[in-house]
T-cell receptor, first 113, second 110 residues
Framework: NAGVMQNPRHLVRRRGQEARLRCSPMKGHSHVYWYRQLPEEGLKFMVYLQKENIIDESGMPKERFSAEFPKEGPSILRIQQVVRGDSAAYFC???????????FGSGTRLTVV | QKEVEQDPGPLSVPEGAIVSLNCTYSNSAFQYFMWYRQYSRKGPELLMYTYSSGNKEDGRFTAQVDKSSKYISLFIRDSQPSDSATYLCAMSGDTDKLIFGTGTRLQVFP
């Protein structure tokens, strides 16, 4: 079992460009969560998805950010027109749907220059 | 006031010491409580998971939840240098959304 796979591990974007972060959940897991971690801060919830459905996006900024989890393929977190304040580590987690805690991936570290 | 408060540390202890890590919270709806360990530049790793109040032990780790005081603890016995990491508490209520503390940095020196 390869665990939760995130790519790329590091992503550098210039201000105004788009960032696409990918997450493949653990085998058998149908629930995906995205969290953001700023330096010296804890993880902040962004969005919770199941296949083809957004369940809870209460932590997503209202503009420029979107997420999807298509029927086939990985979950994608998309940030349009990135700004310096988007620089952070973005973590994806998955679960089978029972309340047993998540499994996190190793994260994508986004740097906006 | 944050929903979950956690002392950021750093906490520095000698090898073999007993470590106590704590979080307090304000939302009485929380009923699932977790501790994650995060090494530098890595993703969080689930250490302990507890439902409602009580104690849970797993090897050198013991998790305690006191819902009446809104206080959770993680104890590490016989601490090792390999335990040096950031420890994050997390909790949730009737949704799957986890609320994390800011993490406590622990350093165990030989």
């Amino acid at each position: 079992n390869a665990g939760v796979m995130q790519n790329p591990r590091h992503l550098v974007r210039r201000r105004g460009q788009e960032a696409r972060l990918r997450c493949s959940p653990m085998k058998g897991h149908s629930h995906v969560y995205w969290y953001r971690q700023l330096p010296e801060e804890g993880l902040k919830f962004m969005v919770y998805l199941q296949k083809e459905n957004i369940i809870d996006e209460s932590g997503m900024p209202k503009e420029r950010f979107s997420a999807e989890f298509p029927k086939e393929g990985p979950s994608i977190l998309r940030i349009q027109q990135v700004v310096r304040g988007d620089s952070a580590a973005y973590f994806c987690a998955s679960s089978p749907g029972d309340s047993g805690g998540y499994t996190f991936g190793s994260g994508t570290r986004l740097t906006v220059v | 006031q944050k929903e979950v408060e956690q002392d950021p540390g750093p906490l520095s202890v000698p090898e073999g010491a007993i470590v106590s890590l704590n979080c307090t919270y304000s939302n009485s709806a929380f009923q699932y409580f977790m501790w994650y360990r995060q090494y530098s530049r890595k993703g969080p790793e689930l250490l302990m998971y507890t439902y409602s109040s009580g104690n849970k032990e797993d090897g050198r780790f013991t998790a305690q939840v006191d819902k009446s005081s809104k206080y959770i603890s993680l104890f590490i016995r016989d601490s090792q240098p390999s335990d040096s990491a950031t420890y994050l508490c997390a909790m949730s209520g009737d949704t799957d959304k986890l609320i994390f503390g800011t993490g406590t940095r622990l350093q165990v020196f030989p």
